[in-house]
């Protein structure tokens, strides 16, 4: 990305909020443009400012982050054509429920507090780009709580939003589909398994994974396994 990351960042704590504002603004690539304490003074300085992305604390006082996203998401799809805010929940907690419950408000990236200089950067990065990012603490225990959902998710409100790409990516998924096997090979991926366990489960060789390994990043887009669990996630792709 090649033009400067505008950021606002919605966090109660002042230290908290301020050791962010100080990571990122060693950035040269990232501007903080906005701060709030609270989730309807949050609210308000997102439609004013029009951010890259929205770091969201998910324990704000008077709303919760999970709330504040969904309000957000729902008001930025009724203004159609306007530039779309990404929103990055930050958070101490890796509770299943409240990390789909943020993924089902519309949160479009999810990073650990404690994370590195080096992670956080990159989860804003990433998320303004407009690809998901997931903490890898907490990617596992995400997807796995993924795959114990229903099939029919359909009256699911609370699952309606995880179940989505962008339109270039639903392009993508249509214009290349997986095959069979490499649905077999993504559920075990998803599962954990290495190239090796891949093989053994399959009855294939390791090389023969390889390769599947590379289509199923190629068609989903992504650079790495995580991203891979992520796409599989918000498509539907893995029950």
């Not at 992305?53 to 006082?61: E, Q, R, S, W």
């Not at 303004?128 to 959902?149: K, M």
């Not at 669990?229 to 792709?237: M, T, Y």
């Amino acid at each position: 990305m090649d033009h400067t990351i505008r950021v606002a960042l919605i966090e109660d704590h002042d230290l908290t909020r301020f050791g962010i504002r100080a990571i990122l603004q060693q950035q040269p690539s990232i501007e903080i443009v906005g701060e709030a304490r609270d989730g309807r003074s949050g609210l308000k300085m997102l439609e004013a400012t029009k951010p890259d992305v929205a770091i969201v604390d998910v324990g704000l006082p008077d709303m919760t982050g999970i709330e504040l996203t969904q309000q957000f998401k729902r008001s930025q799809f009724a203004a159609e054509g306007t530039p779309k805010t990404q929103i990055l929940i930050m958070t101490m907690q890796d509770d299943e429920e409240v990390v789909l419950a943020a993924f089902a408000a519309g949160a479009d990236s999810y990073c650990m507090k404690d994370a590195s200089l080096t992670r956080l950067s990159d989860a804003v990065t990433t998320t303004a780009e407009g690809n998901a990012w997931v903490d890898p603490a907490i990617a596992r225990i995400v997807l796995h709580q993924v795959q114990q959902l229903p099939s029919d998710t359909s009256s699911a409100n609370s699952t309606i939003n995880i179940n989505r790409l962008s339109t270039e990516d639903n392009e993508m998924m249509l214009t290349y589909p997986l095959t069979e096997r490499e649905l077999e090979v993504l559920k075990l991926i998803v599962d954990g398994c290495s190239n090796a366990q891949i093989s053994e489960k399959l009855y294939i060789t390791v090389g023969t994974v390889k390769t599947h390994v590379r289509n199923i990043l190629n068609k989903l887009c992504a650079d790495d396994r995580t991203q891979v669990a992520v796409r599989a996630l918000r498509a539907g792709l893995v029950k």
